[in-house]
């Protein structure tokens, strides 16, 4: 089993659509989770970054961690065509610095 | 808003040669890191570097691969003697304190080619 599983996609949805993008994880020990978006030729650009279980909102992304279900997942309201990247999820456990990340899902907004 | 620089941004090199790849950290940053992604595969991690040292790597680290801070503003990621499968993007990233709760912000990559 792979340790941080995600869907390649690609997603394609409408402007104004709401979007759910997910990670599912084997190690049960992860502590800390992220969001990063990664516009093509370009590095990771950090979304969203939480540490508990629960939702965690920054304008129209909103980032929830069920740690007893081993699943993250990045909703984003509103999606615009300035959306369409590739949204990499990532995680680490509590005493390294190492992150660990999913294969990315690709994402397009259409106007 | 300040940023992770890294030159250059596109490297070609012949197998078996060496190679140095640049970083410009964050300038308050203390903790800077490298990693890789193949072509269609996920990011990795190669190593962790505070205070002069390698703070954690992983087994791609190998002997081919070493680090530096060679002055207040640069960090080099070198590979000694290049493979075809060392063909990559490379991203640098720097947090200013360690800690899984200090996030890392990443530089644009440079875009490795062996020949």
């Known amino acids: 089993q792979k340790e941080v599983e995600q869907d390649p996609g690609p997603l394609s949805v409408p402007e104004g659509a709401i979007v759910s993008l997910n990670c599912t994880y084997s190690?049960?020990?992860?502590?800390?989770f992220m969001w990063y978006r990664q516009y093509s030729r370009k590095g990771p650009e950090l979304l969203m970054y939480?540490?508990?279980?629960g939702n965690k909102e920054d304008g129209r992304f909103t980032a929830q961690v069920d740690k007893s279900s081993k699943y993250i997942s990045l909703f984003i309201r509103d999606s615009q065509p300035s959306d369409s990247a590739t949204y990499l999820c990532?995680?680490?456990?509590?005493?390294?610095?190492?992150?660990?990340f999913g294969t990315g899902t690709r994402l397009q907004v259409f106007p | 808003e300040p940023e992770v620089t890294q030159t250059p941004s596109h490297q070609v090199t012949q197998m078996g040669q060496e190679v140095i790849l640049r970083c410009v950290p964050i300038?308050?940053?203390?903790?800077f890191y490298w990693y890789r992604q193949i072509l269609g595969q996920k990011v990795e991690f190669l190593v962790s570097?505070?205070?002069?040292?390698?703070?954690?790597k992983s087994e791609i680290f190998d002997d081919q691969f070493s680090v530096e801070r060679p002055d207040g503003s640069n960090f080099t990621l070198k590979i000694r003697s290049t493979k075809l499968e060392d063909s990559a993007m490379y991203f640098c990233?720097?947090?200013?304190?360690?800690?899984?709760?200090?996030?890392?912000?990443f530089g644009d990559g440079t875009r490795l080619s062996i020949l």
């Open positions: 990233a720097s947090s200013p304190r360690s800690g899984s709760n200090q996030p890392q912000h």
């Open positions: 190690n049960s020990a992860f502590q800390y």
């Open positions: 939480t540490y508990s279980s």
């Open positions: 990532a995680m680490s456990l509590y005493n390294t610095d190492k992150l660990i």
């Open positions: 300038s308050n940053h203390l903790y």
């Open positions: 570097f505070y205070n002069n040292e390698i703070s954690e």
